[in-house]
Structures are given as structure tokens and as C-alpha cells.
């Protein structure tokens, strides 16, 4: 997938999701496909300004309506978005190491309450369960496409399959490492009940009758790295639809961009127990096999057919 | 007014060009212009424009005099009282003239036409003498504290530098003290500042290029770079920075700061300042520019880390490992002294389960008695060490001591035994006070205020308040550009090679190269391979490695050819003997290929 | 550029004096509970007790110091109870006499009642997973009596009972449960929840000038052994020798000693202090019966003796490892035993060993686990390994004792 998105980026240089499509199928199909992608992007965008709110309302402030929480979010999405990818990028270089060391810290912090026993045994439910269950990380990691858009940006887009595949790669290891540890620690029967393993597996941390309550590192990251996604897709959309209205510059899209995804985030779910289904069952297959894989590969197979763009990476 | 406001506006809209026959012409109405005049040859026709400009200043002296020679050559010195040293005026240029002219060979006749010549060259005893035939370099000259002599039936002045005024005496540093390292810090005169700057760095490539700024005050402003060090293109765009100023006085360096800084409404210092010489050097070698201003010790650096606010010239001096350590406490005293109020007002108000229960139940005890939300006592306690703080700075010595002393008393003591504010708050806030002060000072300043911004985002929303100020700051910061290099450099962007001096200050002989996209040509400051390395113990001969410091040129080293192979030899030398020559290095290398 | 920045701090400061308390709770308004006990009503109603700290109390002894002999008359908690349909709902009514925000993050123990838990835990236990505030890792414990009972009566040592009853769980001498433990083996097939037993008992006797206030003996809640649920009801209880026997068999053995009578001299006694232990479940099935192999390694100092044997001889080491494990085997099934034979629950994992193993087979029986582990043979094998004699190689004495 990863090999798909960036080739395509690759064949049209300085051109972005939202421009190539319109080289490859002319002007109208083109439009439709970067509309279609653009729906994508806000759908996506707003599922996560939703996953992100979800988790700090329902786990840490109950009370506080979403609105504050989103314009919280907003105000900082913007506020990145302004400034550009260059900006965004720095920003995370800077807040990633931190991240990946409290992921890790945490991890390691939470081994004395694993039992390996809980993992095993492995591979029970046949592979029929296996597959199905497999699409919800999948579709997680196949946002990837995002990549699409910033391909041109890239200082070296050379290295832009390189780039790809250790991002997957680096985050489908520490993906691995949660999920693992969390269900050594509570069990598999008990990890399916949990809206949020994670933060209860951060909870029962305690060493030495001090180091305990570790759930405030868990919120730091998860703000952290809510933010910074939020941030990127935001960037992405606001240059999107500035694109596909052939605008010059981005930033007078913010605002418009901004509400949109008020609106959209307030209108998707009714409530978190749908939203948990949507997200588990109906959002993978839907952006999985559409946008995820789907159009890109039409659109890398069209390009082939018809020969436009420059050679392939 | 009219003009004031008028120069700062051309200031912002037009482009350096067009702009001085602007803001010149603003002028005209208050000061006769005398810009473009030259002198004539006419010596009373000079005097009198001169004191025409001169007009109602008291502190300018007009001395005529007679050529010792032939008295029919008349002379004239202008100066200002209390700039110019008048020692040097009477002995060097009046008595040398009128009294000690020494004669001259008989076949030199001395006459009007070639008095001028002669006076240069064998009558004044002045170290520094230039000609100029504008008046405007005479006034400037003059009010430099510059000694002007004029010569009749001479177009033509002669500026004699015989300068000398009361300054202050080269001091200890006021605001880096060091244990370790040089006392001495800048003073409020220019000349003194470069000389320090050249005391250290004895290299004709250390340039010092001068402005004059401010259309009233005329400040003496210097660039000061090492050519072939710093980048031509961050001297070029530091010289057209200062070169499109155009301001009625700048009367300290923080005016020169907002007006060429990179982001007009930051709030942190994109310039580094320092009084300290040995920093400029240091800041000079690693490729940056300097800017003195005349008037004040404080000298601007250019471009600047954030990482820098937490480093001091002492980290270079001192042991690296003790200093890394020093600098991992400071980070921390910047993170604290940033968010420890905020953070305390989000535990205590939003999220009591973070604590342990018994350090809960202690703070509950002490808030149960406290009548304020723990959000307004916070900043009530934030506000009145704020005061103390600023009293403590702005009253005269003895008497601030005294009032923080009081002030710290009453706070800290009687406002916790009369139950207003809880005992943990003034910790907290105590804390980040103290914390502030092991940041840099204009790091420290920054950090104050954003304190206040991080602490009412989080009487908000709590923790999320507070990292929504972090996030909004560090994405500020990312933003952030000094002179074109990116503010948070070796962090982000990644600037692998220079991680050596950010929080861990790795010994001299590991930093053989300057930062990487401030000195852009010019990387290299040491030879490679200076790590001192020990006497082997065996008969055999010790091969120091040449250490030729060239200045300018890579010095050809093997390591950085065969990087990847360094990891092989190391295995190699785990089975065999040490490696040490390039050669058998290379050797090796084939063999194992 | 400015008047966005201008706008911004507007936006903040404006959400900062509208609105800022949506989820802000001031400590001074806030009810720290301390432990939490749940009782049934004959009504089928649901009793909830609550202990909740009194802050001020506490600091006054921390801080005040001079404050006279009156400290210990001041009760540093206050117990509540109330009732309700469900615990939330009892947790409503309390907030009519409680004039502060119910805080449940700092909750040390929750304690089920002997009635609520032959009723069924799980009625009472959804709103400690659900609500964000209980956390994990509180104690859980069953009264025999009331839950209220415990709670309100108060610790000597701590500053609350609920304080004393988890800090006895923490130090892991008997049976120790955390919340997450207990529902983790609740939502396992192939084990059943088991919890300390907590009691009220005349233990302890007060010093100094408190006697003369009330009587010599204080009552204090203590552990006496544990509770067995089947599925989420208690069914019995495992008196403190077979909770032994149950944490040899669960693997949770930390600390300890093992006492048998001497060899030569049966009426002295022998103690051995327990280093570590290890207990490993192998289950066997033969297509119809499932049997486990248990082995139990015990690494131990010795630690008292009061006999006067010299250990350095290998035959009477080997004599007392085998007489250590024999002491341990039996306790550990006179546990298995109970739980087997009279009360016909897995309390051990054993379901769970024998899932990991076979996983095929395992659907078929996971439903009638129980049954299945009630007609199950188990072999149990311990291995004592006497690592440490304390700070002695032999007894000091000895030459006396010989001259008697």
C-alpha cells in the first residue's frame, strides 16, 4: 500500500494527492476523485479529532462539554496548520522522542503486573477471525495515504518508499509492544470489555509504593500525539481544499476548514458506544478498500495505461 | 513628533533604498541640513557654519590658533568638552603646532598652499588622523569626541582621534557570573568593547564594521564577524538588517534587537545578549556576527539557539561531564520553572487522582482551612513574587534587599499562618521563582510570562490546558527562525553532529566541528583525533597523530571516508592489536572486503 | 498577525472566566473516600458504606503537634452509609448527607458483605469498571458480617481502617486481591475469583492514657483467611492454614515461613523463612479426565530451630526438606481438597493451565469447567531447597542443651 502511494507520488513530482488525479483521468473525473478524497480526509480528520476527544472526556473530564475540548484541539490544529508542514514536522521531531520514551517507559514500567501465561495460547481463533480482526489496525495503518500529499514536500523523495515503510514499520512495533502488554496484563477476556485498555493498563502501574499513577503520562502522550495527527491532517486538508479550489496560498482555508470539522465532528457520532462500533467494524472495510487501496491503485494503474506522468521510482 | 512618527513608519514600508531621501527630507525643518555641504577652503566661513550648527551647544569648544611657523597660517581645533581628551588636545595638537613645529629643511618652504600637508605629516603627534572635506564628518566627528583641526585656505579638515572621557573601568560581569573563566565584561564604550573582542581573537580576518544609526543620536553600531568563518551570506543579510534602520536614537542594543529580529511578535530572544567577551569570541568562532551598540555593555549575537538560554560560557571552561550535568539540571529548571505552577494548579484542581493518597490527604489539610480557588491562589502568590522580585531589582541595593527580605517574610510565612494561602503553593511557587533564576536572564524573562499564559490555559482545562500551552508554545518555537537558522536547530531539525553541545557538552576534542548550519562552508574548528590518548604500556612507540589546526580547510581525515568501516575495525580489534596508522586501517579494511 | 494573537488570548481569557469549572474540583470541596464497603439490604436494595477522609483531622495531627492530649478523640474519618437501587444510585442518596463531591480515585479497599456476595457480585461490581474514577488496584476484600461492620470500626496502627485493612493486603502475608485481579479471574472461564476474608476481631490491646477511656481490647479488622466464589458468588470460605494452601497453589506465595515438628524431638519445632517459591501447573487429559501434576519449588533460610539437630549433616538436611514439603503438600491440599471436594469450584487457574494446553478441547468443557476440575486428580510434588541457615551454621547452644 505504502509501495502504491508512493510511486504514484513519485511519477508526478511537486504534485499532491489532490493534483495528479485530475493529470490522470482529466479534469473532471480528476475533480471527482480529489472531491471524493477530500470527503475522505474530513471524514478522517474528524474520526480522530473525535477518537482524541473521546478519550480525555470520558476518562478525565466527564463534565466539560466537547465543544471546549474541540476548540481546544482546533486552536492548536490551526494554529500548526498556519505555519505549514515544515513547522508541524519540527514540532513532532521534537515531541516524537518523548513520546516513544514514555511508550517504552510505561511498557517497561507495567512488566512486573504481566503474566505471560495471559497471552497464550496464540493463533486459537482460526484464521477466517483472524483476518477480520486484522482490518481495524490495517485500515489504521493505511492511513498512510496521507503520505501522498506530502511526497512533494519531501526534501528527498528519493527516499520516500524508505521513509514510508520504517513509519509502518516503527509504529506497527510499538503498536505490537502496547497491545501485547496489555493483554498480558489483563487477559484477553478482560481487555475486550475496555473502551480504553491502554489507560487502565497505565493505572495499575505502581512500583514501590511511589511510582504509581502513571495515567498522567499517558494523557500527556495522548495530547501529544493526538495533536500532532489532528495537526497533519488538518495541514492536509486545508492545503487540499485550497488545492482543489486552485487557490495560491492555503491559509485563507483555515477557518472554513476549521468549521467544517466542528460541524462534522458534532454530527458523525450520536455517542461513544457508536462510535467504538463504527470505528471497530464499519470505518476499516469502508477506507480499506476505497481509499486506502482502491483509488490508488486505479489511479497508478490508469497512469500506467495511459502513460502520463514521468517514470515511475 | 511629527517627524518621529514619520521615520518609523518609512522604517516598516520602504525598502532600504529610496528611503534616505526621505526620512531626510522629514528632517529638514528642525536641523539645517549640512549632509551633502562640503568645506571650503574660506577658514571663517567654516568656523561659522560650524558654530551656526553648532549653535546653543555649550559643550563645544572653537579654538583659533596660529601656525608656530609662519603666523600667517591660521588654524582652527573644534571639539566637545568632556569627549575629547584634553590633555592630548593642548600637549599633542596645540603646543606641537604653535609652539614645537620643527623646522623644517630650508629648501621646504612652508606656505599657505602646503600648510596642510605639512601639519599632517610633521606637526601633530596624534596617533589617528583622517581628512575629510565634509562638514557632516566633521560634525560627527566632533560629537564622537573626535578633535577637528582646520587649516586655512584648506578645504580639507583633519579629524585627529584624540578621545578621552570619563568611562566606567572594566568590571566583573553583571549578569553571567562564572566560577571558572575570564571576570572582565563589556563597558559602555565601543572602543574598549572591540578592543576586548580583538584581545581575544588576534586575526586579521576578525572584522569590525562600523554604522552610525539613529538620525539624532549618530550611534556607533559594529558589526563584528570572522571572515571565512561566518557564512558571506549571514554578514550580508546582518549589514542590510542594520543597514535599513532608520530611528531617531538607539540608545541600548534591545532597540537594534526588535528592530532586525526574524518574528516581530515573539516573545522569545531571537538575539542573544551578553556583556561578556569571552561569549562573543566563543560565538564569533563558531560563525556567527556580533553587534555592539555604543552606550551600553550588552552585545547582541546572532543567530540564536533556544538551546543556547540554558548554556553558559563556564560550560566550556569546566569539566564536560560535571557541565552536562549542570545542563540537564538547568533544562529541568526550565521546564519547572515553566510549568510547575500550572502543573500543581492542574492536580490540585482537575486531577486528584494522580497523587498518592497520603500526599493528597497532607495537601487536602492544609486547603482545607484556604478559602481561595487553588487557580486564584496561585496566581495571587505568582503576582506578589513578581513584586518582590521587581522591587527587589529596581530599588536601590541595601534598601531591596531589605524589602525582599520583608516582602519573602510576609508572604511566605504570614500569609501560610493565617491560612490565605496553602503551605504547597508557596512551595510551588517558590520553586518555579527559583528555577527561573537557573535559565539565562532573557530566557528567563520569556519564560516568566509564558507561565502566565500556560497557568490561566490551565485554570481552564487542566492538564490539557497545559499541553495545550506546551504544544502551542513548542509550535510557536518550531516556527521560530534567527537569522534564518531554524530557533530549536539541533533538535529540529535534526542536526545530528551538533547534539554534542545542546544538552550534553561533549569534551573538546569530540567537538571538532562548528555548528553545522550556522558556519556553512567552514566546518571544521580542530583537527580530527585530538582525544588525548594515553602511553602504551609495552616498548612500543607512541604515534601521536598530526594535529595541524588549519583554519578554512578540511583536514583529511580517514574516519569520515570509511565511517562504516571504523564498526568493522572495531570488531578487528577486539581479536587483534589496536589499529593505529591510517595506512594499516586501510589495509585492513581490503583485506576484510 | 496581531489581532489574531489579540483574538486568541480573548478566546482564552473569555473561556477562562465563563466557564472554566466544567470539570474543575476544588480539594476543599471534595470527599476523599477511603474505603468502601457494599452490604444487601433484605429488601434487595444495595447498602452502600463509604469511609471518608476528614482532611483536616489528618493534617492536625501532622502538623499541629502541640495539640494536647486530645488527638486521638478526633475521628479522622467519617463513615456514611446509604442505600439505593444500585450502588450509583446509593452513591446519589449519600450526597444528601454528604456535603461534598463524592471522590472515589483514592479508594484503598471495597468491601463485599458475606449477604451481597452469596447474592452475586456482579450486580454490585459494574460501577467500579465503568466509572472512571475507582481505580484498578484498590484492595478487595469480603466481611464476614457487614462490609458496614469493618468500616466503621477503627484502626489503632492507621489513621483508618480502610488504610489498615489495605495496607495488611499490601504487605502479601495472606490472600491478596486487587480489584483488576478479582474481575480478571470473574471474567475468566477457567478460574473463580477468590478475596481475603476480613474480620472484626478483639486483637490488639490500647497503651497509655486511651485505656481509660474505654475498654482494654480494641476491635480491629483484620484478615482471617479467604473467601471462595463460584462464578460471582461466595460459596465458603478457606480458613487462614488452607489460604496457605491456596497461594501455594496459585503461585503468589511471597513471603512466609513453614514450621514442622523436629525429628528427633517431635514436640520442638523447626522454622523455615521463605526466600521464594515457584509453583508450576502441568494438566494432563485423557480424553475424559482431566488430572494436573503440581510442582511447588520452595527456596528457604532456616530460620528457628528449636531442636538441637546439626543440619550440616546431609541425611538430617534431607529428612527436614522432605518434612518441610510434607508440611507444605498438605496445606496446600487441604486447600485443594476444600475447594474440590466440598465446594466444587477452580479457584487455582487450573481451567486456565488447561486451556493453554489444550485449546482444542477446551470449548467443549470450558462451560462445565467446574465439574470437570471436581472429578480431577492432583498430584502434588514439592521440592524444598535450603539455601541460608540464617546467620548460624549450628546452634550456639548446643554443648548446654547436650550436658542436660
Redesign the interface.
Known sequence: MARLVVGLGLRFPGKTLFQYPEIILGKAAGKAVALLYLWWFFQNCAENYRSFISF?A????????LM??V??AL??AS??AY?GLE?????????LPFVIVSVVLLFFLSVPEMTV?NL??VF?AGMIHLVKSTAAPLAWFGEVVTFAVFIPYLNRPGQAHRVALFGILGTAAIYEMTVIGIIA???P??TA?YLFPVL?GA??I?LA??L??M??VL??IW??AG?MRV?LLHWVLVLGSAQWLGLKDYRPMILPVAVILTALFMLIHKGILEEYYFLAWVWPLYSLIIFEAGLPFLLLAVAAIRGVGGKSG | MAFLTRTRRSRRAKPAGNEQNRSTGGRESTVPSFRDMALSSDLDANLDRLKEIFRDCSDIVFREFLFAQKEQIRLALVYTDGLADKSQVSEQIMRALSLEVPVAAPEAEITRANALHFVKMRGLCIHQVRESARVADVVDAVLSGDTVLLVDGHAVALINGARGWEMRSIQDSQTEVVVRGPRESFIETLRVNTSLIRRKIKNPNLKIEMFKLGEVTRTDVALVYIKGIASVGLVAEARNRLARIKIDGVLESGYIEELVQDDPYTPFALLHHTDRPDRVAAYLLEGRVAILVDGTPVVLLAPTLFIESIQTPEDYYEKSQFMTAIRMLRLLALFLSLTAPSFYVAIIS??H????TALLLSIAAQREAVPLPVFVETLLMEIAFELIRETGIRLPRPIGMAVSIVAALIIGEAAVQAGMVAAATVIVVALAAIASFAVYYSGSVTVRLLRFFVLLLTS??????L??GI??I???M??LRSFGI?Y?YP????GSADMKDVIVRAPWWAMFTRPGLISKKNRRRMAQGLKPEPLPTGGERHCWRKAGLTAGRPVFCWSRFFLPARFCLFRFSLCSTPVRTPGSQLFLLLSAA | MSKRVAF?FL?IVL?GLT?GC??RKELSETAIILGAGIDREPDGKVRLTLQIARPAAFGATEGGGGGGGGGAMVGTVWVVSGTGETVFDAQRNLSLQVSRRLYWSHNIILIFGEDASRQGVREVINFF?RS?QP???MWVGVAKGKAEELLTSHSAMEKSSAQSLGFLE?MKAGLFV?Y?DF??DL???GTNPVAPRLELLYRGRHEGPVMELGPGYHKEAVLTGAAVFKDDRLVGWLDESETRGLLWLRNLIKKGAVTVPSLNEPEKKITMEIIRSKTKVDPYYDGEKASFEVQIRVDGMLIEQQSKEVFTDPEVMAALKKSLAADVERKARSALEKARDDYAVDVFGFG??F??KY?KEWPALKEYWDEEFARSDVDIAVEVRIRQSGMQAGRLSIRRGAER
Do not use: D
Open positions: 480525555l470520558v476518562s478525565f473530564m466527564p463534565e466539560t462539554p471546549v475540548f476548540a481546544f486552536i492548536m494554529y500548526g505555519y513547522v508541524i514536522a519540527r514540532t513532532n521531531q521534537l515531541f501465561n497464550l495460547p486459537e496484563i489483563f487477559s477476556a478482560l470489555g487502565n493505572r495499575i505502581h509504593n511511589f504509581e499513577r495515567e498522567l494523557v500527556v495530547t501529544v495533536v495537526t | 482537575f486531577h487522582e494522580m497523587l498518592p481552564v482545562m487542566g492538564l490539557l490546558g499541553m495545550t504544544i502551542l513548542v509550535t510557536h518550531a516556527s531554524p530549536l533538535v529540529a531539525p535534526l | 486568541l478566546i473561556l466557564g466544567w470539570s469498571s472512571p481505580r484498578e488496584t499490601r486487587e483488576k474481575i480478571r471474567a475468566c472461564p486456565e493451565a486451556h493453554r485449546k
